[in-house]
């Protein structure tokens, strides 16, 4: 394979990689529960609940949707169960949307050029 092509499919299996991230916030509660966890460092589902119609079993499941796609995890103490935020997989994400970014502003720069050439 070549250069030329080995670096579009790494930035494909990258922007891949990220789907189950974007897929995860694209829901307004796992995202305010994520907003949540930035805020308030490790907290439990009766406090990510306190506040909200949501129920308890309908956050542990947005919670354990948030989880798969490794943007929070659990930890326990004693009986408790809490969860928080973990970055790292935010920031590939991130850096997928800046891949993308950067390619869309290269192109209109090329576009620029051909147009004003």
Do not use: N, Y
Not at 19 to 37: C, E, K, S, W
Not at 66 to 79: N, S, T
Not at 89 to 117: H, P, Y
């Amino acid at each position: 394979m070549s250069p030329r092509t080995e670096r579009p499919r790494r930035k494909a299996a990258a922007l891949s990689a990220s789907a189950p991230v974007f897929a995860a916030l694209g829901d307004a509660t796992r995202l305010r529960l994520v907003v949540a966890l930035c805020a308030g460092g490790a907290l439990s589902i009766a406090q990510l609940t306190a506040g909200t119609s949501i129920t308890r079993q309908a956050v542990t499941k947005h919670l354990q949707v948030l989880a798969d796609a490794g943007l929070v995890q659990d930890l326990r103490q004693g009986r408790e169960r809490l969860w928080e935020f973990t970055p790292a997989r935010l920031d590939e994400a991130r850096q997928a949307l800046d891949t993308i970014s950067a390619q869309w502003s290269a192109a209109l720069t090329r576009l620029q050029r051909f147009v004003e050439s």
